[in-house]
């Protein structure tokens, strides 16, 4: 529904625009309507075709996060999250368990820098068995390829939080540890809060306003100027994905 209305707004004023510019320029109103549907059509196709990938958590943080976690092997920030969300935490010598309702799950970190391999996974399950956990919840960096055949077959409900996850969960829930993340000069937050997707309606209402002003006023071509700069800016600011980060639905 929301790619629907997207492709919606897009057509609108790419319609809007077109109308504007050429009947501006023709001064024929047949000959604007009929740039307007073509430029709309044009929208409609390409936006029917093109699959934009998702920005997800920042990698260099997950990368960061990652690190911290092999050097330290302090599943603490981990436990304390899983407190927040309501769930008891039992520490034991051999194993952290964590419940909720009907789930007893095995809490296990395994941050090593080539990925968690499968036989870790199976020692992991095992552990959890013995312990009477129905379920493993895994906080690792990734998991091997030769893993994933596996996890249909295994005899307790593997959930995996990669690096990716992890990041986002404790950006969620402002249990995010501090990091020694280099930063980077570009992604100022004036440019931060110019073009993120909230302004879409500010940018889009003056654009639409200053192309009816253009019919009006004694500069329309000054007008129309100004009218696609923010047609511009609105269009980017709601499908930008640099100062959108695509908010993952990820539940513990």
């Given at each position: 529904m929301t790619k629907v209305l997207n492709t919606i707004l897009v057509a609108f004023f790419a319609f809007f625009a077109a109308f504007c510019w050429v009947y501006y320029v023709t001064k024929l109103a047949s000959t604007s309507l009929a740039c307007g549907g073509v430029m709309a059509f044009a929208?409609?196709?390409?936006?029917?075709?093109?699959k934009l990938p998702k920005k997800t958590a920042n990698k260099k943080i997950a990368k960061q996060l990652a690190l911290q976690f092999a050097l330290y092997g302090d599943n603490g920030v981990v436990v304390e999250l899983y407190q927040f969300v309501g769930y008891d935490v039992d520490k034991r010598d051999d194993g952290c368990i964590v419940t909720k309702d009907q789930a007893k799950a095995l809490l296990a970190l395994d941050?090593?820098?080539?990925?968690?391999?499968?036989?870790?996974?199976?020692?992991?399950?095992?552990?959890a068995l013995l312990l009477g956990c129905n379920q493993l919840?895994?906080?690792?960096?990734?998991?091997?390829?030769d893993t994933s055949k596996y996890l249909d077959l295994l005899p307790v409900k593997l959930q995996i939080f990669d690096a990716g996850k992890a990041v986002a969960l404790l950006q969620r829930y402002?249990?995010?540890?501090?990091?020694?993340?280099?930063?980077?000069?570009?992604?100022?937050?004036?440019?931060?809060?110019?073009?993120?997707?909230?302004?879409?309606?500010?940018?889009?209402?003056?654009?639409?306003?200053?192309?009816?002003?253009?019919f009006l006023s004694y500069f329309p071509l000054?007008?129309?100027?100004?009218?696609?700069?923010?047609?511009?800016?609105?269009?980017?600011?709601?499908?930008n994905r640099r100062f959108n980060l695509a908010e993952q639905n990820i539940k513990l």
């Open positions: 929208v409609i196709c390409l936006a029917s075709t093109k941050y090593c820098t080539k990925g968690t391999g499968c036989d870790k996974v199976l020692a992991l399950c095992r552990q919840h895994l906080w690792c960096k990734s998991v091997n390829a402002e249990k995010m540890p501090n990091l020694a993340v280099k930063k980077t000069p570009n992604n100022t937050p004036v440019l931060q809060y110019a073009f993120n997707k909230k302004r879409t309606k500010s940018y889009l209402t003056c654009s639409a306003f200053t192309f009816a002003l253009a000054y007008n129309l100027v100004w009218a696609s700069l923010f047609a511009l800016a609105g269009l980017y600011s709601r499908f």
